[in-house]
């Protein structure tokens, strides 16, 4: 168990360090200066010179890495180009905003897949299986921007029930905030459940094949309780390893469905620093992202193996 | 010596030419047995002879703007309407099926040419360099997919050719993975070692042995991804960051489409029906694709 979590939490660190690296790399393939492209274009000579000097851009490159990494582990992702604020502050700011829509579409997402996913695996091969699947297949392949955008059409233009976009804080006032939340979790959300809703029926498909839960029948238990207190538990673990692995996708989704209604988060943030040629707050962004992904998938790893005790190295290995 | 040594090897694996008839029999029975997986391959179908087909099927120029037409509700000679500057909206997304197509297939195409060499090499030596290139893997796979496209297009800039790329580049480290496992599952096959007991070399296990008999379960994935690719080049040409206006993206067309969902929802309707449609069609012949090839599974 031990053994597994070190080696589990190596690997991780060998990613970490290979993601800094390819982040490292981008930045420099950016066509120009490194200094003036950290800086920004319209940088004096002074400005340019100070990128220069803090990152030791006339080093050799190696030594160019090890001062960027070193600076990027105390976290200092430098200055956006823009607002002159630092990256790590800018994007602290930003989401606890994405955190929430996260969180809320998650809700959305384990509300709608697992009841959905049970259902379809207990009555598999009925209309129930069949509706599932179907709901299942059209929600991996509608684009949620095209949802959200259908959505603020139905909902905001033509009933006018619902703000079509904007923001307010949870704290300022939950009612509003939940107002303006609940299309865009619902759009990322529904993404997310089309997976789940097919992870479920296939995990607990398998649960309920298993031999215990013939056991649990024969033993004279009505259907409800195996079901219920036997097989969902059992069958829910791999359904946790998947939610992490969705993780880069919700971010990914992020993006787009806070472009959509205006949801000033980590995904906008990007984008405009994308348009702004605001190349520090890319690079700082890209790098927390892709940690994050790391970290969370350590997590989810970790809190597997504390759920079933069979996992060994062996199985991770293989699947590396 | 030799030559009988190769012809041994060869006939250690399946003729190709005697499984086609079986082949194409459970290809119409599977269609038979599955009518979604047909109608989407036929969709699917509709939408390349509508890629194809762009300048015969449009009769109207997609870029022609007409200031007397501008935003007007569909009709019959404009039947999905007319956008913001009056440029026929059925012409726009007859055309769009070329882009989504190119963009959607020249990715997948990227990511097998890279992936599939990088994960037959990793899973037939194994050791080290397998160590390097999927640590390097999994390095890549943690840059979600936009993200990293929005990356890759930072540097690159925006293009249909750079989003195509930076998909591409995005759908590789699955292709790196799928073909490593699948190559480690067949490479202690008997016929592997057979072949390999005859004097078959590492580049003739690979190519002759080894992928013949794992190409199937790409193209399964392939059918899988390409409907991925194709609503990611939507969402970066919404964004901005892939295809550049005037060219007749889906993606873009949704961009413009959304600044006028009150006085023009028709502009948003047909679009985004499209890559829904095209997406859907993929999903549902992929899983009669994976019916057919992979009967084990399922």
């Known amino acids: ?320 | 010596m030799a030559p009988s040594a190769t012809a041994t090897a060869g006939e250690l694996e399946p003729t190709r030419t005697a499984e086609l008839v079986p082949r194409l029999r459970r290809a119409w029975r599977v269609a038979r047995r599955r009518p979604a997986s047909a109608i989407g391959a036929a969709v699917v179908g509709l939408f390349v002879a509508m890629a194809l087909g762009a300048p015969w099927i449009a009769r109207v120029d997609p870029l022609q703007t007409d200031w007397k037409l501008v935003r007007k509700a569909p009709t019959l000679a404009h039947p999905f309407g007319t956008d913001d500057l009056g440029r026929d909206t059925f012409a726009r997304v007859v055309w769009g099926a070329r882009i989504s197509m190119q963009a959607g297939v020249f990715s997948i195409l990227l990511a097998i040419a890279v992936g599939v060499p990088t994960g037959l090499v990793a899973g037939f030596y194994r050791g080290a360099l397998d160590q390097v290139i999927m640590r390097l893997t999994d390095a890549w796979l943690a840059f979600p997919f936009l993200i990293l496209a929005i990356g890759l297009v930072t540097i690159m800039g925006p293009s249909l050719t750079n989003a195509t790329v930076a998909i591409g580049l995005g759908a590789t480290p699955t292709f790196i993975r799928l073909t490593r496992g699948l190559v480690l599952a067949k490479a202690s096959e008997d016929y592997v070692l057979g072949a390999r007991a005859v004097g078959a070399g590492d580049l003739r296990l690979m190519s002759r042995h080894i992928l013949p008999n794992i190409v199937s379960s790409l193209l399964v994935q392939a059918t899988i991804s390409i409907p991925i690719a194709v609503i990611a080049e939507a969402v970066l040409s919404f964004l901005g960051l892939g295809v550049q206006p005037p060219a007749p993206s889906w993606g873009t067309m949704l961009n413009t489409a959304q600044q006028f969902l009150d006085t023009a929802p028709w502009m948003a309707w047909w679009p985004g029906l499209a890559i829904f449609a095209l997406a859907l069609s993929f999903n549902l012949a992929g899983d009669g694709l994976r019916d057919l090839l992979d009967p084990r599974d399922y």
């Open chain 1, 1 to 320: 168990m031990f053994d597994f979590l070190v080696q589990r939490a190596a690997i991780s660190v060998v990613t970490l360090f290979v993601i800094s690296m390819i982040v490292f790399t981008g930045v420099r393939m950016i066509p120009g200066d490194p200094a003036r492209v950290m800086a920004g274009i319209d940088a004096d000579a002074a400005g340019i010179e100070e990128v220069r000097e803090k990152y030791g851009l006339n080093d050799p490159i190696p030594f160019q890495y090890v001062r960027w990494a070193g600076l990027a582990l105390r976290g200092d992702l430098g200055h956006s180009i823009r607002t002159r604020e630092s990256v790590v502050k800018t994007v602290a700011t930003k989401l606890p905003i994405t955190i929430e829509l996260a969180f809320l579409s998650l809700l959305v997402a384990v509300s709608i897949a697992i009841p959905a996913g049970v259902l379809a695996a207990v009555r598999r091969n009925t209309i129930w299986d069949v509706l599932t699947s179907g709901a299942s297949l059209g929600g991996v392949s509608i684009p949620n921007f095209w949802l959200g955008i259908m959505l603020i059409l139905f909902f905001s233009v033509r009933l006018g029930w619902l703000p079509a976009s904007g923001f307010v804080p949870l704290w300022v006032s939950p009612l509003e905030n939940l107002q303006r939340m609940i299309m865009p979790a619902f759009v990322l959300g529904t993404a997310l459940a089309a997976v789940l809703m097919r992870q479920t029926r296939n995990s607990m498909i398998e649960v309920l094949s298993a031999d215990y839960i013939r056991t649990a029948y024969s033993k004279g238990l009505a259907g409800r309780i195996v079901v219920f207190r036997h097989a969902i538990r059992n069958s829910l673990i791999p359904v946790v390893t998947i939610l992490g692995l969705q993780m880069g996708a919700l971010m990914s989704g992020a993006v787009v469905t806070e472009q959509i209604f205006v949801v000033p988060g980590f995904g906008r943030l990007i984008v405009e620093a994308v348009f702004t040629r605001d190349y520090p707050l890319v690079q700082g962004v890209v790098l927390l992202t892709a940690s994050s992904y790391v970290l969370i998938n350590l997590l989810v790893d970790v809190s597997y193996s504390l759920l079933d005790p069979r996992i060994r190295v062996g199985g991770s290995a293989s699947g590396a």
